[in-house]
């Protein structure tokens, strides 16, 4: 049976550094969280100069993973636990912050030097509270690497986490998670199998669609489903672009804020107060 929409809500501009603002539809006013997905952050398209110097400097996280879908362009990854890596056009990176560490993240040099259009979205994937002292790890995969699924003329879909049709990503990841991205033509309708009693999110980044034959949803909209059933159906009614995501619930208390999620607000102060005390360590880059 086809899955009950809840909420469809509109990405709104946040500013996250001087330079740099996203659309966030997750957490919105009108719901905050979904757990283990606390953020989505779109970023893009933005046309990129050549010679620019566009990056974000080293910050802190702990306590969950940030996850980057690159849709277009090419973007790196360091941090002070030795991780280091760069994903292109279709390529996803996985950091899980753990304990804590600083990193770094942006366009790569080479990719500033030529310039070009730089698009992608990045989630904040939740642990549960018995990993979040874990070490830190980095994992990342190009798009050749995450299978096709859906197959058919005109969709391009790719498995990006978990897995679907009996395929699997090579990402790994604390709960089960499964994330398919990418597009379909205009007129393409595309039947996405969920897990019921799972959270599923489905988010336009490009173009529109109508969902379950029955909902119209535009670009930088999130529509959040009952966990109950397990059909979503969409149809692109323009050349569209989605990120569905669909994961195992963490029935546990959440607090997060600044670069921190961890499960209770002492928590959280005691993070900002060990960045502050230089118990992160640094990073130089």
């Known amino acids: 049976m086809k899955k009950a929409i809840l909420h469809i809500l509109a990405g709104r501009e946040k500013k996250i550094t001087e330079e740099e603002t996203v659309i966030q539809s997750l957490p919105h006013k009108d719901f905050r969280f979904a757990n283990p997905f606390i953020v989505i952050h779109h970023i893009g398209p ?147 199998k969920a897990i019921p009693g799972y959270q599923a999110l489905l988010y336009v980044y490009k173009g529109s669609i109508l969902v379950n034959g029955q909902e119209n949803v535009s670009l930088h909209h999130l529509i959040v489903f009952e966990k109950e059933n397990d059909e979503i159906t969409f149809t692109a009614q323009e050349d569209a672009g989605i990120l ?8 546990e208390p959440v607090a997060a804020k600044d670069n921190f999620v961890m499960n209770t607000a002492e928590e959280v102060e005691q993070a900002i107060t060990d960045y502050k005390n230089g118990l992160f360590g640094t990073l130089e880059y």
Do not use: C
């Open 244 to 251: 569905f995501l669909s994961g195992e619930p963490i029935d």
């Open 46 to 192: 933005e046309e990129i100069a050549a010679g620019g110097a566009l990056r974000i400097h080293p910050h802190p996280h702990r306590g969950f993973s940030p996850v980057t879908f690159m849709i277009e362009g090419e973007g790196y990854h360091m941090d002070n636990a030795g991780h280091s890596g760069t994903i292109s056009t279709g390529g996803i990176q996985w950091m899980f912050a753990g304990k804590g560490l600083l990193h770094s993240e942006g366009p790569t040099r080479a990719f500033l030097e030529k310039g070009g259009t730089q698009e992608f979205i990045q989630i904040w994937l939740n642990v549960p509270k018995a990993h979040k002292w874990d070490e830190p790890y980095y994992q990342s995969a190009p798009k050749e690497q995450l299978p096709s699924v859906l197959e058919q003329p005109g969709v391009q879909l790719r498995l990006a986490s978990g897995e679907y049709e009996g395929k699997r990503s090579p990402m790994k990841s604390f709960t089960p998670v499964t994330a398919i991205i990418g597009t379909a033509d205009k007129g393409k309708t595309v039947q996405l």
